[in-house]
């Protein structure tokens, strides 16, 4: 993964003065970077003194690239950075703090609805670059899986620098890099960064040193929010899509294991309408079908990965069923040669806490998995065996039922791979090698926790199972607090949380004009009074219902009166309120947008 063409600057230095932003490595110092704040030029000059000795100085850790909003641009900058670990040589890192750094020395020239809205679109970077985690190396292809890399080997590839060569899909800041990306000169300044979850670990099992490491790559293609995103398009490109990669090293020999997961790739919707869980509902869009949406989707796919196995765990009855027999049916149709469908109802299946019974999944998984292999190289590079085909995991989010299943079929193929390195001998069973094993289950618990925080701003459920390899009574408690907290923000936070993730990636583009030509999308909105009125309504009520139970000596029939009626009051308002759930949801206003303005009866 190391090496090639030219690395990024790893340490740099930010100058600030007045009119210019100049930036200057320290171990190229004959040249620096001079970014006009005026005119916005990028030029890369010879070091010979311009930097003016007014300017502030700050060290920085990598340049994620420049974003223009209403004021004008904006420079996003990493200034603190954790090293992880080291992955052949090269050297993983997390994003740990940021800065946004305006170009403009004064907002003077906006007006207040500009001000605002401005203030809302930093705000929203920095939403997006508070969101753990980010992850880059100054030395290494982070985005692209082993084989992948060893796939697109040659000599010109080898010697493209690092932005040149990276995997568009996973590379978070492509679209801020945008402007340096035009000069290929200023490559070396472009950090690319990856979102999703690393870990890397040098263990010793069964008296053998090696590192173990998990890598998940989330795509930027469809990025979103749990309720706001969900199912693919018509390109194909699904909901929180993550490739998922484990890494083993042992004595210089790499082998790696590749997983995917992605939302149904189907045309549905669950858009939150303040219900705890609104069903999910199958979309008809003009001019494409279910069919060409999953199509397209396995399509790319099976050349990027080889042959299919889509593990479907949602429920087969009730509102999940309805998207798995759609599912199933254009499965059928399409007959697709390299896809094959292995649904598994894991919510019947594993009732009453019979998660023994995932052995009958992974019984009817073993053929693939034995057939699809893993890469593996030498020390020397010589490809010992490469992966021909990828389990693609879903349930309804992609998260919980989907960690637990790649984690069993990750530690099928670590026993895998330590047996034929000769680590463990036949007889033995990575899950007895007591050091490790706490490791393993941790690790994957975290993975679990980071995927989730970023799709749904909450851990991950049905961890405890992934830690201890049962499932408790505390497990499902800590669940339940989660799904409450997951409730919250899916239905009055997210809004914001989706704004921020189209305008990050480049979903949505913000114009120097808005709120002078044409009004902003984030301009004030009218509040209804009906709809403000309901909640206070129903607020007073349930106060008035309390102190009707409470504060009387003894229950006369007025009281029983006064409690009928507040609690006729709140179920009115309640149901009302429900009715018109939509309303009352934080609602993104860039890009996915709500689909019709609901009308009150």
């Not at 003194?49 to 994620?64: M, N, T, W």
């Not at 880059?136 to 692209?144: A, I, R």
């Not at 019984?363 to 590079?381: A, H, T």
């Not at 219902?545 to 029939?557: F, H, K, N, R, Y």
């Amino acid at each position: 993964m190391a090496g090639g063409g030219a690395s990024v600057y790893d340490d740099l230095i930010l100058h600030i003065s007045p009119d210019k932003f100049f930036i200057e490595s320290l171990t190229a110092t004959q040249v620096v970077l001079v970014i006009d704040r005026i005119t916005y030029d990028l030029t890369l000059q010879t070091n010979n003194g311009q930097i003016p000795p007014i300017a502030s100085r700050k060290p920085i850790a990598g340049i994620l690239g420049i974003i223009p909003l209403v004021s004008g641009p904006y420079l996003v900058v990493v200034t603190r950075k954790a090293r992880l670990g080291a992955l052949q040589g090269g050297e993983v890192w997390r994003v740990v703090e940021t800065e946004i750094i305006s170009y403009a020395r004064a907002e003077h020239h906006l007006t207040p609805t500009q001000l605002e809205a401005n203030r809302r679109y930093t705000g929203m970077l920095q939403q997006v670059l508070s969101t753990p985690y980010f992850y880059f190396s100054y030395t290494m292809d982070l985005s692209h899986s082993r084989q992948r890399l060893d796939t697109l080997r040659s000599p010109d590839f080898k010697n493209r620098t690092l932005l040149d060569r990276a995997e568009q899909r996973f590379i978070w800041n492509w679209h801020l890099l945008g402007p340096l990306r035009k000069d290929p000169a200023l490559h070396r300044y472009c950090l690319p960064v990856t979102h999703g979850f690393v870990s890397i670990h040098p263990v010793v099992i069964a008296g053998t040193k090696l590192v173990w490491a998990i890598i998940s790559r989330r795509s930027t293609q469809r990025c979103g929010t749990r309720l706001f995103v969900r199912g693919g398009d018509e390109k194909g490109w699904v909901a929180n899509y993550v490739e998922t990669e484990q890494l083993v090293e042992v004595n210089g020999t790499v082998a790696s294991f590749v997983q995917t997961r992605g939302s149904i790739p189907l045309l549905w919707h669950q858009r939150p309408d303040l219900r705890y869980k609104p069903p999910p509902t199958l979309e008809l869009k003009q001019g494409v079908t279910h069919r060409d949406c999953f199509s397209r989707h396995f399509q790319e796919q099976v050349q990027l990965y080889g042959q299919q196995v889509i593990i479907n765990l949602v429920d087969q009855k009730g509102a999940e069923g309805r998207l798995e027999s759609q599912l199933k049916a254009v499965v059928a149709v399409s007959k697709e040669p390299n896809v094959f469908y292995e649904p598994f109802d894991f919510h019947a299946e594993c009732s009453k806490m019979r998660w023994d019974r995932l052995s009958i999944l992974l019984d009817r998984l073993s053929q693939y998995q034995e057939q699809f292999s893993y890469f593996l190289q030498s020390r020397e590079g010589s490809v010992l065996a490469r992966q021909s085909g990828v389990f693609r995991t879903n349930c309804i989010d992609c998260l919980d039922r989907t960690n637990v299943v790649q984690s069993m079929l990750a530690r099928i193929n670590l026993q895998t791979v330590l047996v034929r390195q000769g680590v463990l001998q036949d007889h033995m069973k990575v899950e007895h090698q007591p050091l490790f094993e706490p490791l393993f289950k941790n690790v994957w618990a975290d993975h679990a926790d980071m995927i989730s925080i970023q799709y749904t701003g909450t851990g991950a459920l049905k961890t405890d199972f992934t830690r201890t390899g049962a499932r408790t009574k505390l497990g499902l408690l800590e669940d339940g607090r989660r799904s409450l907290i997951r409730y919250y923000k899916n239905n009055f936070a997210d809004g914001f949380r989706q704004d921020s993730l189209d305008l990050f990636v480049g979903n949505h583009c913000v114009s120097p004009t808005e709120g002078v030509t044409h009004e902003s999308p984030l301009a004030p909105l009218k509040p209804d009074q009906r709809y403000l009125a309901l909640p206070i309504a129903l607020a007073l009520s349930l106060a008035m219902l309390t102190l009707s139970l409470i504060v009387p000596a003894e229950l006369s029939t007025e009281i029983l009166l006064s409690v009928l009626f507040w609690a006729a009051m709140i179920f009115v308002t309640g149901g009302t309120i429900f009715k018109n759930g939509p309303e009352y949801v934080d609602q993104p206003r860039l890009v996915h947008l709500p689909p019709k303005p609901m009308v009150s009866p």
